[in-house]
């Protein structure tokens, strides 16, 4: 019995010591700092290249749409309410060699214009408020559809006017200079 207790004794002071020692271990690997390697040009453009279409800033506008055709024999009329998203970015796909400078742990990088990647209209919250056709007109199908597609227009406009674009390059800049310093570059400087 007082073997068997012993031998017990020992098995678990021997798993706890084992434990222990890889706790330790594993918590050196985990807690040692590495230094990132700093990459060439070449590298650093492949890495930012792969990032392709980098979508930064999301606008969210709503727009009222006031659609008439008015003939001598009646109107039709829609008034539709949109909800339209604007996206834009920077296509770093563009990217060239000679867009990006290093020097030591300073990089400089020239990114291609931002633009207006993406809108289209929430259907889900989109909605026709009013349509009205008059009494000699037959339904025009397509004035609802003329009216969407004003809507898209206008709502590109309003963000554009707002200033979607400075916010897109503003946006990339971040982010990217927080990828670059992750990369290992202490200074990250984005020339137009």
């Not at 400078?101 to 889900?124: A, C, G």
């Not at 006017?161 to 202490?186: T, V």
Request: glycine share 6%.
């Amino acid at each position: 019995m007082k073997s068997r207790l012993l031998a017990m004794a020992v098995v678990t002071i021997a798993v706890l010591l084992a434990g222990f020692i890889l706790g330790m271990s594993l918590s050196r690997l985990i807690n040692r700092k590495t230094t990132p390697a700093i990459l060439d040009t070449a590298s650093v453009v492949q890495q930012v290249q792969s990032l392709s279409h980098l979508v930064t800033v999301k606008y969210v506008i709503e727009k009222v749409v006031v659609l008439e055709d008015v003939k001598w024999f009646g109107e039709s009329r829609v008034l539709l309410l949109a909800h339209g998203v604007v996206k834009a970015g920077v296509d770093l796909g563009g990217l060239k060699p000679g867009d990006v400078k290093i020097h030591e742990k300073k990089i400089s990088l020239r990114l291609p214009p931002e633009h207006v990647t993406d809108v289209y209209l929430d259907e889900k919250r989109t909605e026709i408020i009013e349509r009205s056709t008059g009494l000699l007109r037959l339904f025009d199908k397509d004035l609802e559809q003329n009216a969407r597609r004003q809507a898209v227009d206008d709502i590109r406009r309003a963000a554009r006017a707002s200033g979607i674009l400075k916010d897109a390059r503003e946006r990339a800049h971040l982010q990217l200079g927080n990828l670059l310093r992750n990369l290992g570059f202490a200074e990250v400087e984005f020339v137009e």
